[in-house]
């Protein structure tokens, strides 16, 4: 029912910055970043959710990466900066209309998943 088609992934050297998009086909009430690196599992980055749009971090995301969305509520943004080789992974859209359970972003909360779109640093 909901559709999510992310862009702008790409390769880009350490210390550079990168504009993820994720394009909605309906509004929800959160949404969420996660990414998946090579032999690692799926980890949230960030979410945001509710009408006042309240962001949270990942610890090792936080000060370099900052999740936004439009007034309508259908076009998700992760502006991330100062990239590090370990930020390499795919990324994920995510979102869902219930609320936070507890303090986490976790994947089992969102049912409905975009693509992905891969993001590599190099140093």
């Known amino acids: 029912q909901v559709r999510l088609a992310e862009s702008g992934g790409g390769s880009v050297q350490a210390g550079g910055s990168l504009r993820l998009s994720c394009a909605a086909s309906?509004?929800?009430?959160?949404m969420a970043w996660f990414r998946q690196a090579p032999g690692k599992g799926r980890e949230g980055v960030a979410d945001?959710?509710?009408?006042?749009?309240?962001?949270r971090y990942a610890d090792s995301v936080k000060g370099r990466f900052t999740i936004s969305r439009n007034s309508a509520r259908k076009d998700l943004y992760l502006q991330m900066n100062s990239l590090k080789p370990e930020d390499t992974a795919m990324y994920y859209c995510?979102?869902?209309?219930?609320?936070?359970?507890?303090?986490?972003?976790?994947?089992?909360?969102?049912?409905?998943w975009g693509q992905g779109t891969q993001v590599t640093v190099s140093s």
């Open positions: 995510a979102a869902t209309n219930m609320g936070p359970r507890d303090h986490s972003i976790s994947e089992v909360d969102f049912n409905y």
């Open positions: 945001i959710y509710g009408g006042n749009d309240v962001p």
């Open positions: 309906r509004a929800t009430y959160r």
